[in-house]
């Protein structure tokens, strides 16, 4: 099973610019990826999926849309390389469910028959819930179990900045409420730049910053390299 | 049919203190308030109910909490204030539905029986849905439906703000999510600081900030005085 969970998409460089050498490897030769767009609110799937095209092309990469695809359950059944682009999680979760695909894609990654590569809301649907998303729940996905590809919570996006005059949650206390609640979770918050690279029962951390481990009233950070699960 | 529906319960000032006036006149001479303390999850009930018992000693209101009580249906069906504090809205519209409250709650406070206060998920929980809640869904509430006490959608702490380095969503887009899948359902941005009062079909805006109405692709800032709601 292979997969890469990147906490984003964009960087100053340009539309998944940072992680294209990180794309190619665990493309590994495919040539073609089947897109998931569903993500996609505020922008329509067509002009997501041709983003996400374009932005593929230089690794060589041909980009098929599953909103494109007369019969998306053989779509999913013939891929070998599944991408999720992130948008609203519950919306993804949502139309996937209605679609009846997240046991069909979480069946294929796991058998390995195909490879795994999400941002944002894509790398929400790895975990086993979407329950540490960050996005606003838009519509009722009809429950919140997701694709359970690896063996922990992710929280993308991840920063933990008070800001001025705002009386609302920091990240890390709307985590806590997570960990206080399924204590027995881990979470990985993911910063902005950052990705993991799970190979079988192996993962590693790659990006600029250091990721933090929540677990029960534990928290530490770890930095690039191999990612040891909590015990 | 009388509600208080504050963005949030602290400032400079102290523990709801900034809305003191509004709640005293919204109690009218009530003396006692059934607290709901189910959005409290990294603190404990106990104290949460403690402090909202000491914030609203001055106005002359002595607190019971929903979690003290014996028989939970038979306090609510007693109740004359209800006062619902804010936290994480997902684990306050779980305990509530669990507990079968939800339809009690409503009825009570639609005919005229108890009158409503909430702050936060209090507020988001007034609300037809809790689909534009700024919380993180840590648990599955079973649905999204909430009390409907209003005919529309609240936003609580709202601002919209671009934080340096962070590639996520801002507020403004995040609702435009909710009002693009849902473009027929008026979101009332609440900043921090600012409150509606609700008395049977007239509302009133009052704080120091503007607020922000969302109605499909359309958005416009209202200040304080009375609220006509989107046509």
Do not use: C, K
Request: charged share 15%; no cysteine; glycine share 10%.
């Amino acid at each position: 099973m292979d997969l890469l969970l990147l906490s984003n998409s964009t960087s100053d460089e340009g539309y998944l610019v940072h992680a294209r050498q990180a794309i190619e490897s665990l493309a590994d030769g495919r040539t073609h990826a089947l897109f998931v767009p569903y993500a996609g609110v505020t922008r329509d799937w067509d002009g997501y999926a041709a983003q996400v095209r374009e932005a593929l092309a230089p690794a060589g990469i041909a980009v098929a849309s599953l909103h494109e695809q007369a019969d998306p359950q053989a779509a999913v059944a013939a891929a070998t390389l599944i991408v999720v682009g992130g948008g609203n999680t519950f919306r993804l979760l949502q139309v996937l469910r209605q679609q009846g695909l997240l046991a069909p894609i979480a069946a294929r990654v796991r058998s390995g028959a195909a490879r795994y590569i999400g941002w944002s809301a894509g790398s929400n649907l790895a975990a086993p819930t979407i329950r540490t998303t960050n996005d606003m729940p838009v519509v009722d996905p009809g429950g919140f179990d997701a694709l359970g590809l690896v063996p922990f919570q992710i929280n993308p996006h991840y920063y933990n900045v008070e800001i001025e005059g705002f009386r609302g949650e920091t990240r890390d206390q709307r985590l806590a409420e997570f960990t206080t609640l399924s204590p027995d979770t881990p979470v990985l918050g993911l910063p902005e730049g950052d990705w993991v690279r799970v190979s079988g029962n192996a993962f590693a951390l790659h990006g600029p910053h250091a990721a933090r481990w929540f677990l029960g009233e534990r928290r530490w950070d770890v930095t690039a390299g191999p990612l040891a699960l909590p015990a």
